[in-house]
Nanobody, 115 residues
Framework: QVQLVESGGGLVQPGGSLRLSCAASRIPFTFYAMGWYRQAPGNQRELVARISAGSNTNYADAVKGRFTISRDNAKNTVYLQMNSLKSEDTAVYYC?????????WGQGTQVTVSS
């Protein structure tokens, strides 16, 4: 079955950086738009960043200028580089793959920003 496996989460101090990775398997990766979403306790899941099959990107206003999404089609992997992290970035981050009516989610990786 389709697998999206996230990695790279952890504990970081405010102002620090993390890079999340999401490795996809069993999908024609190049056709899929890939996204990163996050969900903090008590909040709804929200879009953080998205990259189309053609590598067009869009970002939530809260992360513009701090986060960068990229993809490596040769490795079937999407990345989220997160810089200047803030406490409000603390959440579980989920990878998403979407193409036509096919929509898949990873299991999530915890990001905690705290001193």
């Amino acid at each position: 079955q389709v697998q999206l496996v996230e990695s790279g989460g952890g504990l970081v101090q405010p102002g620090g950086s993390l890079r999340l990775s999401c490795a996809a398997s069993r999908i024609p990766f190049t056709f899929y738009a890939m996204g990163w979403y996050r969900q903090a306790p008590g909040n709804q899941r929200e879009l953080v960043a998205r990259i189309s099959a053609g590598s067009n990107t869009n970002y939530a206003d809260a992360v513009k200028g701090r986060f960068t999404i990229s993809r490596d089609n040769a490795k079937n992997t999407v990345y989220l580089q997160m810089n200047s992290l803030k406490s409000e970035d603390t959440a579980v981050y989920y990878c998403n793959a979407n193409f036509n009516n096919q929509n898949y989610w990873g299991q999530g990786t915890q990001v905690t920003v705290s001193s």
